[in-house]
Nanobody, 122 residues
Framework: QVQLVESGGGLVQAGSSLRLSCAAS????????MGWFRQAPGKEREFVAA????????YYADSVKGRFTISRDSAKTTVYLQMNSLKPEDTAVYYC???????????????WGQGTQVTVAS
């Protein structure tokens, strides 16, 4: 079992930056690929970014490419999502997830955090 806890969300102005963190704990938590997803009110959960267990491979949704950066620490138990040049359309609850392989598909992930709210004011 792997536990995931997100933090770092908040209310910011458009153009600002935020860094989300996802702390993983539990058995073999450092061996998992990690992903970030988001869900805005009335919309389906969508892929944001993913990173391989080694940290050597990263993947991004087109909507955040060039603005968001996913990374993980050397112990591979904390994953970060650096979000720059935030836009109002980035407003959503952001979830981190752990799975065997990085994937754009939410069903590929076995464990999920509780989510953290990001609100970008125009």
């Amino acid at each position: 079992q792997v536990q995931l806890v997100e933090s770092g969300g908040g209310l910011v102005q458009a153009g600002s930056s935020l860094r989300l963190s996802c702390a993983a704990s539990g058995r073999t938590s450092s061996s998992y690929a990690m992903g970030w997803f988001r869900q805005a009110p009335g919309k389906e959960r969508e892929f944001v970014a993913a990173i391989s267990w080694s940290g050597g491979y990263t993947y991004y949704a087109d909507s955040v490419k060039g603005r968001f950066t996913i990374s993980r620490d050397s112990a591979k138990t904390t994953v970060y999502l650096q979000m720059n040049s935030l836009k109002p359309e980035d407003t959503a609850v952001y979830y981190c997830a752990a799975g065997i392989n990085p994937s754009y598909y939410s069903g590929s992930y076995d464990y999920w955090g509780q989510g953290t709210q990001v609100t970008v004011a125009s």
